[in-house]
């Protein structure tokens, strides 16, 4: 079957930790997008990507770090420079990063800062 | 910049009854609009979209039409059911934004049997 997996499903990390979360497609897609999600809030774009080797800052960029080496492969890393890593993070792709393609998630990975 | 405004939550239903979720969006140029659907605990889900005026957007009996000239996209069923209980999400994609989704707040909604 087609689709985004993201691991691990919780997360949990100690302050002044980095923490890298895993998401991978087989959909053949060329975009990938990684989004935070805060309780009773929409979701607000992190880093995004439409071509290997590739990506560019969303609207909350700071305190995260992502590496697009494989087209299939878009790690997302939370670094202890984030002040409020506490959140639910959602991976994304479509065909090609047009404005009328549609976005796929993943099931989301949910971070906790212990 | 882009934004997407969507009616404060929750909203309970009873089965069977009728479900409008407000959606209003500003933005340059002919977005494209979209509605996803969040269960607990999960990732968001396409619903339906529209990529131009006056599409009409539908899936799964709800229904969406994109109206530029009061710049909304209300979603619409005629007959909520118990498992249409998830968060509502409306969102956009603007002209040459690298794909970016701008999403609403979203809007609780609740079914009781």
């Known amino acids: 079957d087609g689709g985004i997996t993201q691991s691990p499903k919780y997360l949990f990390r100690k302050e002044g930790q980095n923490v890298t979360l895993s998401c991978e497609q087989n959909?053949?897609?060329?975009?990938m997008y990684w989004y935070r999600q805060d309780p009773g809030q929409g979701l607000r774009l992190i880093y995004y990507?439409?071509?290997?080797?590739?990506?560019q800052k969303g609207d909350i960029a700071e305190g995260y770090s992502v590496s697009r080496e494989k087209k299939e492969s878009f790690p997302l890393t939370v670094t202890s420079a984030q002040k409020n890593p506490t959140a639910f993070y959602l991976c994304?792709?479509?065909?090609?990063?047009?404005?009328?393609?549609?976005?796929?998630f993943g099931p989301g990975t949910r971070l906790t800062v212990l | 910049g882009d934004s997407v405004t969507q009616m404060e939550g929750p909203v309970t239903l009873s089965e069977e009854a009728f479900l409008t979720i407000n959606c209003t969006y500003t933005?340059?140029?002919?977005?494209?609009l979209f509605w996803y659907v969040q269960y607990p605990g999960e990732g968001l889900q396409l619903l339906l979209k529209a990529t131009k005026a006056d599409d009409k957007g539908s899936n799964k009996g709800f229904e969406a039409t994109y109206r530029k000239e009061t710049t909304s996209f209300h979603l619409e069923k005629g007959s909520v059911q118990v498992s249409d209980s998830a968060v509502y999400f409306c969102?956009?994609?603007?002209?040459?934004?690298?794909?970016?989704?701008?999403f609403g707040q979203g809007t609780e909604l609740s079914v009781k049997p």
């Open positions: 994304a792709s479509s065909i090609s990063g047009g404005y009328t393609d549609t976005q796929y």
């Open positions: 990507s439409q071509i290997v080797n590739d990506f």
């Open positions: 959909l053949n897609h060329d975009a």
């Open positions: 969102a956009l994609i603007g002209n040459n934004q690298g794909g970016k989704l701008i």
């Open positions: 933005a340059t140029g002919y977005p494209s």
